[in-house]
């Protein structure tokens, strides 16, 4: 018989969260890599864990339940609710717990989950918006890319663009492979974000942005920096700093936001004369389903169909392969639909290691 058809809600989620837990500890968050264990051997005992995920234990894997779970205890620890809890997150000021298991921040984790569990269940039910902004240094580059090319103005596309903050992304601060992007003052720093053979040093001018999401994070706002916020890995405090840079360059630089799926973001798009019109996303598509996914690409493919040599057109990707640890930074342009294979780089996006 089918392991899989005999297998309980409570067993499958624990699964999700070890399986979780190994990709934490990968890309270097050790402190959820062992709550995430724990948590998933308190659901096998049925403790409080349990009672947190109810009506939640038979979401689809895509659904990240386990980084929901996190970025509703996060939220209380940032807005002083859990203060035992924050002496084991460097997020708050305090000092990770060093162990692999992260046993001394184990008991303070589930005291959490017992006491705030509606407070921990709220945050269920939406996706996690990890709006990451290390993954602008991929897009940078392949901006950079485009304007070697045809030194047209940017009309940039988000889609799943959370809260939007890539679509600024041309204006933070890169270093390294021997060069720099960007202004020295910039609030988003990515000191060696770059490796390999750097892209092209062309100007870049973004003359548009326009995100669309399904439910959109105003990153202006105090809730919709603290949803930001609580979703970032609590032991990172380098991405939770150009979070913060990337919220301040939000307030200075407007950028349209649609609530909407991702297939109607791309159905709006049409092509300009005179301009680049350049679709972007990165780690969303194992979000999306399969009907979703198919009417994204029948959309970029149509686009491209309809560029000419004044009416450009590209498709700018950052996506996991499955079975690999790094994320090939993909560029397709129009008309003529040349792909390429600019770099690769961790999900979480730097450093980027550009190809020669």
């Given at each position: 018989?089918?392991?899989?058809?005999?297998?309980?809600?409570?067993?499958?989620?624990a699964?999700?969260?070890?399986?979780?837990?190994l990709?934490?500890?990968?890309?270097?968050?050790?402190?959820?890599?062992?709550?995430?264990?724990?948590?998933?051997?308190?659901?096998?005992?049925?403790?409080?864990?349990?009672?947190?995920l109810?009506?939640?234990?038979?979401?689809?894997?895509?659904?990240?339940?386990?980084?929901?779970?996190?970025?509703?205890?996060?939220?209380?620890?940032?807005?002083?609710?859990?203060?035992?809890?924050?002496?084991f997150?460097?997020?708050?000021?305090?000092?990770?717990?060093?162990?692999?298991?992260?046993?001394?921040?184990?008991?303070?984790?589930?005291?959490?989950?017992?006491?705030?569990?509606?407070?921990?269940?709220?945050?269920l039910?939406?996706?996690?918006?990890?709006?990451?902004v290390?993954?602008?240094?991929?897009?940078?580059g392949?901006?950079?890319h485009?304007?070697?090319?045809?030194?047209?103005?940017?009309?940039?596309?988000?889609?799943?663009?959370?809260?939007g903050?890539?679509?600024?992304?041309?204006?933070?601060?890169?270093?390294?492979?021997?060069?720099?992007y960007?202004?020295p003052?910039?609030?988003?720093?990515?000191?060696?974000?770059?490796?390999?053979?750097?892209?092209?040093?062309?100007?870049?001018?973004?003359?548009?942005?326009?995100?669309?999401?399904?439910?959109?994070?105003?990153?202006?706002?105090?809730?919709?920096?603290?949803?930001?916020?609580?979703?970032?890995?609590?032991?990172?405090?380098?991405?939770?700093?150009?979070?913060?840079?990337?919220?301040?360059?939000?307030?200075?630089?407007?950028?349209?936001?649609?609530a909407?799926?991702?297939?109607?973001?791309?159905?709006?798009?049409?092509?300009?004369?005179?301009?680049?019109?350049?679709?972007?996303?990165s780690?969303?598509?194992?979000?999306?389903?399969?009907?979703?996914?198919?009417?994204i690409?029948?959309?970029?493919?149509?686009?491209?169909?309809?560029?000419?040599?004044?009416?450009?057109?590209?498709?700018?990707s950052?996506?996991?392969?499955?079975?690999?640890?790094?994320?090939?930074?993909?560029?397709?342009?129009?008309?003529?639909?040349?792909?390429?294979?600019l770099?690769?780089?961790?999900?979480?996006?730097?450093?980027?290691?550009?190809?020669?």
């Amino acid at each position: 018989m089918d392991q899989a058809v005999t297998q309980t809600p409570v067993e499958r989620t624990a699964q999700r969260f070890e399986f979780q837990a190994l990709a934490c500890g990968a890309l270097g968050s050790s402190l959820y890599a062992g709550l995430l264990n724990h948590a998933a051997r308190d659901l096998r005992a049925g403790g409080p864990t349990v009672g947190v995920l109810e009506g939640h234990l038979d979401d689809p894997g895509r659904g990240a339940l386990a980084l929901r779970m996190l970025g509703g205890v996060h939220a209380l620890v940032l807005t002083g609710r859990a203060p035992e809890l924050a002496e084991f997150y460097p997020s708050a000021g305090g000092q990770a717990d060093p162990g692999p298991e992260a046993e001394r921040a184990w008991p303070a984790m589930l005291g959490v989950l017992t006491e705030h569990a509606d407070d921990v269940r709220a945050w269920l039910g939406h996706p996690p918006q990890t709006n990451e902004v290390g993954r602008g240094a991929a897009l940078v580059g392949a901006l950079c890319h485009l304007a070697a090319g045809a030194r047209y103005p940017i009309r940039l596309v988000e889609i799943g663009a959370s809260a939007g903050l890539n679509l600024r992304a041309d204006m933070f601060r890169i270093t390294g492979g021997g060069t720099s992007y960007g202004a020295p003052s910039s609030p988003v720093q990515m000191i060696d974000g770059w490796l390999g053979r750097p892209p092209p040093a062309a100007p870049v001018e973004v003359v548009s942005r326009i995100g669309g999401d399904l439910a959109p994070v105003d990153p202006v706002s105090e809730s919709g920096r603290l949803k930001l916020l609580a979703y970032v890995w609590a032991d990172q405090v380098e991405r939770l700093d150009r979070l913060r840079g990337a919220c301040q360059l939000a307030a200075e630089i407007p950028a349209q936001m649609r609530a909407e799926l991702a297939s109607e973001t791309i159905s709006r798009i049409a092509l300009e004369s005179g301009t680049w019109t350049v679709v972007w996303h990165s780690i969303m598509r194992q979000y999306l389903s399969p009907e979703q996914k198919d009417a994204i690409d029948r959309g970029i493919d149509a686009l491209g169909q309809q560029a000419t040599n004044s009416a450009r057109f590209a498709h700018v990707s950052l996506e996991l392969v499955r079975g690999t640890t790094d994320t090939p930074v993909e560029l397709v342009t129009w008309p003529g639909r040349v792909s390429r294979r600019l770099g690769t780089a961790p999900p979480h996006g730097i450093p980027v290691t550009w190809s020669a």
